[in-house]
């Protein structure tokens, strides 16, 4: 059994950037919910943060960023976003990979991690290259006895419903199936839509949460009515499949109650 903490959507922006988008106060969360991730018992397995890791792409950002997740106890994968630049981040974590792409793949606690990059710059909307798809074809033949896990900042194009900035293309999201399909891939990791969604798409849950910023009124069928609301995924991985329940982080929550544990347990 493995347990992930899904993250996504941080959207940190530094003080001094100056920032007039945000409308929220992103730092402080993150440092709430690294926290809360600390204090879990047990320790989760893994925490991935699924891209738009700062709001604005700016050094500064980063650099908080990067200052905030070292306190992180877990293991953490990140994958970069529409609103990321990649060479601010390549600059502040190192990575070596400039202005390409950020895509990598590592095997952690029994479940072999593949991180794409859909970032498509000056877009909203998300892509996958052909040499990603490549990277990724390859990496599914790696440790074939591991159940494997995608992360990818934009979730794939479900139907016709979909707005066309709110997933991959159409092309990204065929080939990402095709190359999917049949090859033991027990979830797909993503953000972008600010959403708490589950969506079986070719037979793969594909997970979305809102995020650490803010969430859209899923009642409002015209207009986009972004509203205040942030949650994280508890994602366990069990020998029949990947289970996600959603932690709701904002607005706080009055306690109704407290059942203590003996007293659940005596429950018939």
Known sequence: MTRIVHLTDLHVSHPDVGDPSLRTDTVGMLRHV?????????????????????????????ELLREILADLVPPLVLALGNHDKRAAFAQVFGTGTGDGPYFHD?????????TLDTLVPGRVA?????????????????????????????????DERTLPWASLDRESSRRLGETLTG????????????????????GVPV????????????LEQRDMRIVEGTSMGLCILRPHGLSVAFVPLSPERRELAVLEEARLRAFR
């Not at 047990?42 to 925490?47: E, H, K, N, R």
């Not at 891939?185 to 953000?191: A, I």
């Not at 997970?207 to 899923?218: A, F, H, P, Q, R």
């Open 34 to 62: 690294v926290g809360l991730i600390n204090a879990m018992n047990p320790v989760p397995d893994l925490v991935v943060a699924s891209g738009d890791l700062t709001n604005t792409g700016a050094v500064p950002s980063y």
């Open 106 to 114: 590592r095997v952690v606690s029994g479940l072999h991690v593949i």
């Open 126 to 158: 998300g892509q996958i290259d052909e040499g990603q798809l490549a990277f990724l074809d390859a990496a599914l033949h790696r440790v074939p006895d591991l159940p494997k896990l995608v992360v990818a900042h934009h979730p794939p194009h479900m």
């Open 183 to 202: 090859r033991g891939v027990v979830g797909v990791l993503s953000g972008h839509v600010h959403l708490d969604q589950v969506h079986h798409w070719l």
């Open 207 to 218: 997970v979305t949460c809102m995020g650490l910023n803010s969430t859209v009124d899923i």
